[in-house]
């Protein structure tokens, strides 16, 4: 496969005036949707907005603005062509560093090529057309400084904050960790982690939410309970039901993991846990108030067993946690509102 650099990310297009209308583009319900969209739509006030999966469906205009989530994938390529309107700009908006992810061999061939496929190549090939670059964390706006992005950090909805489930305190203790296809070494490095943390105590069980492709990794350690990744309204739902006592996120420091967002804090929040974060970049923000730590197992393991021992500590942890997610409301200025008012 084709390795790109960090100059595949550009936009050179112009807009040519005011947006009348935003029309997103996404795949279906997911969590970068939630995250980073919701809110700021929520905030236009007295704008027309269309959400589609299919751009065919809604009959673009001139005027519009066409904002693609995270991908544009090859059956939406001629609606960022389209000869017969004139689109006042267009933009995409990304999560995750894609150079990093095609270019990482621990990650399956098939998802490198679709993220290369539908992220990396049409931001080559239309690069003329596109108006704006949007991305979630500083670190990826200075990896791809030159598509001049703006910054889209995650916000919390209102309902992430709503009551979970109340833990069963004569049940073990919960400590949960999930995570998607493109944290395989990631799941390795918490599976040691609960290996070790087993060879001290079995008092705790830990829910699991990951890729079919992963269970092996899980296999055979004790009080684990391991579920396929569930769909974004699935899981959703399930945490907010189920909550946990603890949620772990450890990471390997690498190119494409300093580059992530820190939505698990909005992930815990929702859960009514504690966490626990790895000692990288997207969790700096939350460093005087959240236990940090690097990828030594051993450390994670003690931890983990310090903080469900002490269950005043892990209930200040979570609210404390709580508390600064909250301040997450207010993020400024709107970049969306900046496409509905004249170009200067």
Same mark, same amino acid.
């Given at each position: 496969?084709?390795?790109?650099?960090?100059?595949?990310?550009?936009?050179?297009?112009?807009?040519?005036?005011?947006?009348?209308?935003?029309?997103?583009?996404?795949?279906?319900?997911?969590?970068?949707?939630?995250?980073?969209?919701?809110?700021?739509?929520?905030?236009?006030?007295?704008?027309?907005?269309?959400?589609?999966?299919?751009? %065919?469906?809604?009959?673009?205009?001139?005027?519009?603005?066409?904002? &693609?989530?995270?991908?544009?994938?090859?059956?939406?390529?001629?609606?960022?062509?389209?000869?017969?309107?004139?689109?006042?700009?267009? *933009?995409?908006?990304?999560?995750?560093?894609?150079? =990093?992810?095609?270019?990482?061999?621990?990650?399956?061939?098939?998802?490198?090529?679709?993220?290369?496929?539908?992220?990396? !190549?049409?931001?080559?090939? !239309?690069?003329?057309?596109?108006?704006?670059?949007?991305?979630?964390?500083?670190?990826?706006?200075?990896? !791809? &400084?030159?598509?001049?992005?703006?910054?889209?950090?995650?916000?919390?909805?209102?309902?992430?904050?709503?009551?979970?489930?109340?833990?069963?305190?004569?049940?073990? *203790?919960?400590?949960?960790?999930?995570?998607?296809?493109?944290?395989?070494?990631?799941?390795?490095?918490? &599976?040691?982690?609960?290996? =070790?943390?087993?060879?001290?105590?079995?008092?705790?069980?830990?829910?699991?939410?990951?890729?079919?492709?992963?269970? *092996?990794?899980?296999?055979?350690?004790?009080?684990? #309970?391991?579920?396929?990744?569930?769909?974004?309204? %699935?899981?959703?739902?399930?945490?907010?039901?189920?909550?946990?006592?603890?949620?772990?996120?450890?990471?390997?420091?690498?190119?494409?993991?300093?580059?992530?967002?820190?939505?698990? =804090?909005?992930?815990?929040?929702?859960?009514? %846990?504690?966490?626990?974060?790895?000692?990288?970049?997207?969790?700096?923000?939350?460093?005087?108030?959240?236990?940090?730590? *690097?990828?030594?197992?051993?450390?994670?393991?003690?931890?983990?067993?310090?903080?469900?021992?002490?269950?005043?500590?892990?209930?200040?942890?979570?609210?404390?946690?709580?508390?600064?997610?909250?301040?997450?409301?207010?993020?400024? #200025?709107?970049?969306?509102?900046?496409?509905?008012?004249?170009?200067?």
């Amino acid at each position: 496969m084709f390795l790109p650099d960090y100059t595949s990310i550009t936009a050179t297009g112009t807009r040519s005036g005011p947006a009348r209308r935003l029309v997103v583009l996404v795949q279906g319900p997911n969590p970068t949707v939630e995250y980073y969209f919701s809110r700021r739509l929520e905030g236009l006030n007295h704008v027309t907005v269309k959400m589609t999966t299919n751009p %065919a469906s809604v009959g673009l205009e001139d005027g519009d603005y066409l904002l &693609a989530c995270r991908y544009l994938p090859p059956r939406w390529w001629r609606f960022l062509h389209k000869p017969s309107v004139r689109l006042a700009g267009a *933009g995409i908006f990304f999560d995750d560093d894609y150079v =990093a992810m095609v270019r990482d061999r621990n990650l399956p061939m098939h998802y490198r090529a679709h993220i290369f496929g539908s992220g990396l !190549f049409p931001l080559r090939t !239309f690069r003329q057309r596109w108006t704006d670059v949007f991305v979630s964390t500083e670190e990826l706006a200075d990896r !791809f &400084a030159g598509a001049h992005p703006k910054l889209f950090p995650p916000i919390p909805r209102e309902r992430d904050f709503g009551v979970a489930a109340q833990r069963d305190v004569k049940g073990r *203790g919960r400590v949960a960790f999930h995570a998607q296809l493109s944290h395989i070494k990631d799941h390795e490095l918490a &599976a040691s982690v609960w290996s =070790a943390v087993c060879a001290r105590t079995e008092t705790y069980e830990l829910d699991v939410i990951g890729p079919k492709v992963l269970a *092996g990794v899980w296999r055979g350690l004790p009080n684990v #309970r391991f579920r396929s990744e569930l769909d974004w309204q %699935a899981y959703e739902a399930t945490t907010a039901a189920e909550g946990a006592d603890l949620l772990i996120a450890p990471l390997f420091d690498t190119v494409l993991n300093r580059a992530r967002a820190s939505t698990k =804090a909005i992930d815990a929040v929702r859960m009514r %846990a504690a966490a626990l974060f790895p000692m990288l970049e997207p969790y700096a923000c939350l460093q005087d108030i959240a236990p940090m730590l *690097g990828d030594r197992p051993d450390d994670w393991a003690q931890e983990i067993i310090t903080i469900m021992q002490d269950g005043a500590r892990r209930r200040q942890l979570a609210e404390d946690l709580r508390q600064r997610v909250s301040q997450w409301r207010d993020r400024g #200025r709107n970049p969306l509102a900046d496409l509905f008012e004249s170009v200067t």
